[in-house]
C-alpha cells in the first residue's frame, strides 16, 4: 500500500499521462493523419505534452479536490 501523500502525487501523473497520451494520439491524426511520420510526430507530441501535462496536473489536482469538497452532496 502507499501513502496518501505519494497517493496525491501519483494520481494526477498518471491521469496527465494517460489523458495526454490520447490527446496526442488523436491530435496528431487530425493535424497530420495516418501516414508514414505518425508514430513518430506523435510521439514528440506527448513527449512535449508531458512536460506540461504532468506539473500542471500536480499543481491544479489538489484545488480541484478542495473544490469538489465544498460542493454540497446529497
Do not use: N, Q
Not at 496527465?16 to 490527446?23: E, L, N, Q
Not at 493535424?31 to 513518430?40: E, I, M, R
Not at 513527449?47 to 454540497?72: D, N, Q, S, T, Y
Amino acid at each position: 500500500m502507499i501513502s496518501k501523500k505519494f497517493a496525491e502525487i501519483l494520481e494526477p501523473m498518471i491521469m496527465s499521462s494517460i489523458m495526454c497520451f490520447f490527446m496526442s494520439l488523436i491530435m496528431t491524426w487530425v493535424h497530420l493523419g495516418f501516414g508514414d511520420h505518425y508514430l513518430a510526430a506523435s510521439l514528440k507530441a506527448f513527449l512535449h505534452g508531458i512536460l506540461v501535462a504532468i506539473p500542471v496536473g500536480i499543481l491544479i489536482g489538489p484545488v480541484v479536490h478542495r473544490l469538489l469538497a465544498k460542493i454540497p452532496r446529497k
